[in-house]
């Protein structure tokens, strides 16, 4: 299988030279800043928004505060499982870089001596956006739409094939979503100890506040707007 691209006449190869194509025509500033952006920034960028969901949701609070942020413990560790996944995965693959391959391509970093299927950086950063999107729609989306972004970094950096970067947003996506449930009710409980403790009930909820999980896709995060309003009717 490690010639699965050897042959520049197929849409994967295509693909690469057209993307990193773009390169060659670039200011090196923006090569530059393409390099950092894609092997550091974008993960950077991730952390920093699963922390600041964790900030929204517990300065939210709500009877779902504790699971929304077992969700957000969630993200970070499907991405961490994944990476782990994928190690068998190139072993068995083997693929070679792009570069290792096919002349004429601009490569932004070097060093880069493992194999290429699938891509460790779309695996994270879609496990991560993926995971998020399951605590907070809105927060999800944006994370997504970073991964995609580090996806197309990748290409354009000449480390990785089209397809090595779809390989890793399928990969990170597949076992954030099919471990969830498995992974939420060991967390929920975690989550629900620690915000019943009175010193690090902080890291939960900020008390006092009403979260109706209005962004939330975890199951139970929804509450019934329209059947507590009625229960506020009958109270009446």
């Not at 929204?56 to 077992?70: D, L, M």
């Not at 995965?89 to 060093?111: A, K, Y």
């Not at 880069?112 to 994270?124: G, L, Q």
């Amino acid at each position: 299988m490690a010639g699965l691209a050897e042959s520049g006449s197929n849409p994967d190869v295509d693909l690469l030279y057209d993307i990193n194509g773009l390169a060659k025509d670039a200011p090196h500033w923006f090569d530059k800043t393409m390099e950092y952006v894609g092997e550091y920034g974008l993960l950077i960028a991730m952390v920093l928004l699963v922390v600041g969901c964790w900030w929204s949701v517990r300065r939210r609070g709500g009877e779902e505060a504790a699971s929304s942020v077992a969700a957000l413990v969630w993200a970070p560790l499907a991405a961490g499982i994944a990476v782990l996944v994928n190690v068998p995965i190139r072993g068995f693959v083997e693929r070679p870089r792009p570069f290792r391959t096919h002349q004429g391509l601009d490569v932004l970093i070097s060093g880069k001596t493992d194999y290429s299927f699938v891509s460790d950086h779309a695996t994270i950063t879609m496990a991560m956006g993926v995971g998020l999107f399951v605590a907070h729609r809105k927060f999800g989306l944006f994370g997504i739409g970073l991964a995609l972004l580090e996806g197309f970094c990748r290409i354009y950096m000449g480390v990785h094939y089209p397809t090595d970067v779809v390989g890793g947003f399928a990969l990170g996506t597949a076992v954030t979503l099919l471990l969830s449930p498995l992974a939420m009710a060991l967390l929920t409980p975690v989550t629900k100890a620690v915000e019943a403790s009175p010193r690090a009930g902080w890291l939960i909820r900020a008390r006092g506040r009403a979260y109706d999980g209005r962004d939330a896709v975890i199951p139970g995060a929804r509450r019934e707007a329209a059947g507590a309003a009625e229960e506020r009717d009958l109270a009446a």
